[in-house]
């Protein structure tokens, strides 16, 4: 069966490359916003006519495969690398550098690598890189825009117990790569390159790609830029296959331990042999064209997996920079400043006089919820410690994904939240009191009244008064409100209904964190068990002041997350008609920032 399975996946892959040989791609997308899925080839998008300023554009690579061990005596998995995530803001317009209207870009899109599901000390494959590259309105130069690395393949071995796989690396500014593919031996393929030779020897001093286990992992623009198009490339080895990608991800080894690398920008190296070597299975590197101008790029690297995911890109036109300023609502001629504009470790957090300068600008990072500093986006706003006793200080650190630097911006009380602690909020100490002088900025217990506590953000969804009654709707269909199916009966469900000003059913009081039903104030809306896990119920339960019954209405993305994980968002499903309307569940769902996640809060 498995050897079936393979020979069908590999089937519609060489199907995959003939239709793209014979008739290019399959898709020409003129739409102004869209989502590219894996499908073994290319997409092209034609950039429309458009008043929006910006292209934003994510990249995120193929995960790397995973082992699964399970008989009698044992059951036990070993995650793969995740893809690296990009995502960047490029301009739109006729200068130099810009992306014109009327000009293509193309995405190729990272598959994950195959897993090993059987016991044996075998390597998984590695996941393929994702691309986008650019072909300006009347030339026939493709330009390579960003690469996001597919994760290495999980390996073990049964001898030292050594598990492997590491995820995509983030892309760092200044080392950008050499564009060929990672180190392979006979047995196992490194990562391949965006360009390039295929996959190097293991000694790495050759540049002749080894055929002895079948084409190891091919690079996403063979030849590399003037010598034709990118199109992806794919593994073709008898092992746990690495992933198509642009940089496809490297075979994994069908008799010993050695994971396949992730492709990517450079493709990364594969797993020791037998688990022996300290050498993991690396993923593909990621990269930025910043000669191209874009406001801000960011990387998200996001650990490993024992649910390997295909890679995915997607293109948003939109009119705001992502640069933000964040202003005491006391005072907005104050801004919060490191200290003397420096980025070192600890530098400390205080109001200052606004004058523009790239020290009191800020990116509010939506996929890993972190605030960056726009002199350095690798430094991010930090708790310091973690510690959140009332007057921790808040200062400038390097961006490590602890909860120390995560953060939530309340579109209902115009404060910022602590991911260590929801009920904690980012507070200027007696700012209140000396609104002209230049004060510590430090933590405290969320007290929404308090002015010390509310910050302005241009740009962000708030409401204009947050002790008035509410209505929750859908940002994409204004004529529906989220409902308690049953009135104010405890273990209603909610879902979507028909928009009605009379109907209290669908009106809502944001308490703190709560949402409670306006006219049956014991009544909240609850996740149910308390259980984030995607797909659970969110339904209407005594109020009883657990974190299954707070929520973070996110004035950046438009979303409503809950406390128990503020990675899980509301999220509207189509009803039994297979649409968005009346009787559309809400329930809880990974944050993805889809239209089916945005609520809007109007009375």
């Known amino acids: 069966m498995k050897d079936k399975n393979r020979f069908f996946k590999r089937f519609s892959r060489i199907v995959s490359i003939l239709v793209l040989f014979c008739y290019g791609s399959a898709v020409q997308l003129t739409a102004q916003d869209a989502t590219f899925q894996y499908e073994g080839t290319y997409h092209d998008y034609v950039i ?109 071995s049964w001898l030292t117990g050594k598990d492997t796989g590491n995820p995509g690396p983030a892309y760092i500014e200044g080392e950008e790569g050499d564009g060929l593919g990672g180190t392979s031996s006979t047995t196992a393929g490194g990562g391949g390159g965006a360009f390039g030779d295929d996959a190097r020897q293991k000694d790495g001093t050759g540049m002749d790609p080894k055929y002895v286990y079948g084409e190891h992992a091919k690079a996403g623009w063979s030849g590399g830029p003037d010598t034709g198009e990118p199109t992806g490339g794919n593994c073709v080895g008898d092992g746990p296959q690495g992933g198509f990608g642009f940089g496809a991800g490297g075979d994994g080894n069908a008799t010993s331990c050695e994971p396949g690398g992730g492709g990517g920008y450079t493709g990364g190296d594969l797993g020791g042999p037998n688990g022996y070597s300290d050498d993991h299975a690396a993923g593909g590197t990621s990269y930025v064209n910043t000669s191209m101008q874009n406001d801000y790029v960011l990387p998200v690297e996001r650990g490993t997996t024992t649910s390997p995911e295909n890679g995915y890109a997607s293109l948003e036109l939109v009119d705001e920079s992502p640069v933000i300023s964040i202003r005491p609502v006391y005072n907005i001629l104050l801004c919060i400043t490191p200290y003397t504009n420096r980025t070192d470790n600890g530098t400390n957090i205080q109001t200052d006089n606004w004058i523009g300068t790239d020290a009191q600008k800020w990116y509010f990072y939506s996929e890993d919820r972190t605030i960056r500093s726009k002199l350095n986006t690798a430094k991010c706003l930090d708790l310091s410690s973690s510690n959140t006793s009332n007057g921790n200080n808040i200062q400038l650190w390097d961006c490590n994904g602890t909860s120390a630097q995560k953060w939530v911006y309340n579109g209902i009380h115009k404060t910022v939240h602590s991911g260590v602690n929801s009920d904690k909020c980012i507070d200027a100490s007696n700012g209140t009191a000396n609104p002209s002088a230049s004060v510590n900025i430090q933590l405290w217990d969320c007290q929404y009244a308090n002015n010390n506590q509310k910050w302005n953000i241009a740009g962000a969804t708030t409401v204009s008064n947050s002790a008035n009654m509410k209505h929750i709707i859908p940002a994409f269909h204004t004529g529906f409100a989220v409902h308690s199916s049953n009135a104010e009966v405890s273990g209603s469900n909610i879902q979507l209904w028909t928009k009605d000003n009379t109907n209290y059913a669908e009106q809502w009081y944001f308490d703190g964190l709560a949402i409670k039903m306006r006219d049956h104030q014991n009544q909240c809306i609850d996740l149910s068990q308390s259980n984030t896990s995607n797909g659970n119920n969110i339904q209407l339960y005594t109020c009883n002041g657990t974190n299954a019954q707070k929520w973070l209405y996110d004035g950046m993305t438009k979303s409503i997350r809950s406390v128990v994980n503020p990675d899980k968002c509301m999220q509207i499903e189509k009803n039994a008609d297979g649409v968005y309307g009346k009787r559309s569940n809400v329930n809880i769902y990974d944050c993805n920032g889809s239209a089916a996640q945005q609520f809007l809060i109007q009375e």
């Open 48 to 156: 429309p006519q458009t008043t929006k300023k910006y292209a934003v554009l994510t990249a995120v690579g193929g995960d790397g495969g995973r082992i699964h061990f399970k008989n009698l005596l044992t059951d036990f998995q070993v995650g793969g690398g995740r893809g690296g995530l990009l995502k960047a803001y490029f301009k739109i317009g006729n200068a130099s550098n810009n992306l014109k209207p009327g000009s293509t870009l193309r995405f190729i899109v990272g598959e994950s690598g195959e897993s090993r599901l059987t016991a044996g000390s075998t390597g998984a494959g590695g996941g393929g890189g994702t691309g986008i590259a650019y072909k300006e309105v009347g030339t026939q130069e493709w330009i390579l825009l960003m690469v996001a690395g597919g994760g290495g393949g999980a390996g073990h």
